[in-house]
T-cell receptor
Framework: DAKTTQPPSMDCAEGRAANLPCNHS???????VYWYRQIHSQGPQYIIH???NNETNEMASLIITEDRKSSTLILPHATLRDTAVYYC??????????????FGKGTSLLVTP | NAGVTQTPKFRVLKTGQSMTLLCAQD?????MYWYRQDPGMGLRLIHY???????AKGEVPDGYNVSRLKKQNFLLGLESAAPSQTSVYFC????????FGPGTRLLVL
């Protein structure tokens, strides 16, 4: 699986958009970009994933650059409950490791009032 | 539909004691996983299972054993607990994406 690089921490004001970057310059053509988050002391929660097109769901939007070497997770209207560690993971859905996810250290997002 | 549940939520062990952590899922998923998370770290894969009766080693399998006798249950065993196994343990199951349980906090003294 390709390596990802994320800033260790970010701040965002409540109600504003939170834009979380992820660099995955060694991504290969069949690898997907997944985003999970972990609110303090809880199990990780799936947010969104994509291959090359931008994706949107009820939680967030995922913007993947045309060369697929980086992506941005957008929380359009951050709330205090979005304070969490956000993990960007790149992997092939059909690898031989049982589809396990390789979690790095992620980005700790703090949403402030 | 409870999703993924873990038992117990918290446990204190003495060095050398044994215990089993239970993970149960009611989503009929084939794939199940055990991860551990240490302070300030991401999750690391201990063992996983791609179906009933099958298990495989992950990144940090030493000191742990697992069993998947029933599709809905994935058990993680510590035969002789060590302080280095103090951690938070998360179980997950998967169809297209992984669904995680609430975690088990284990303290080994």
């Amino acid at each position: 699986d390709a390596k990802t690089t994320q800033p260790p921490s970010m701040d965002c004001a409540e109600g504003r958009a939170a834009n979380l970057p992820c660099n995955h310059s060694t991504i290969s053509g069949n690898e997907y970009v997944y985003w999970y988050r972990q609110i303090h002391s809880q199990g990780p929660q799936y947010i969104i994933h994509g291959l090359k097109n931008n994706e949107t769901n009820e939680m967030a939007s995922l913007i993947i650059t045309e060369d697929r070497k980086s992506s941005t997770l957008i929380l359009p209207h951050a709330t205090l409950r979005d304070t969490a560690v956000y993990y960007c993971i790149v992997r092939v859905p059909s690898s031989n490791s049982g589809y396990a996810l390789n979690f790095g250290k992620g980005t700790s997002l703090l949403v402030t009032p | 539909n409870a999703g993924v549940t873990q038992t117990p939520k918290f446990r204190v062990l003495k060095t050398g004691q044994s215990m089993t952590l239970l993970c149960a899922q009611d989503m009929n998923h084939e794939y199940m996983y055990w991860y551990r998370q240490d302070p300030g770290m991401g999750l690391r894969l201990i063992h996983y299972s791609v179906g009933e009766g099958t298990t495989a080693k992950g990144e940090v399998p030493d000191g742990y054993n697992v069993s998947r006798l029933k599709k809905q249950n994935f058990l993680l065993g510590l035969e002789s607990a060590a302080p280095s196994q103090t951690s938070v343990y998360f179980c997950a199951s998967m169809r297209e994406t992984q669904y995680f349980g609430p975690g088990t906090r284990l303290l080994v003294l």
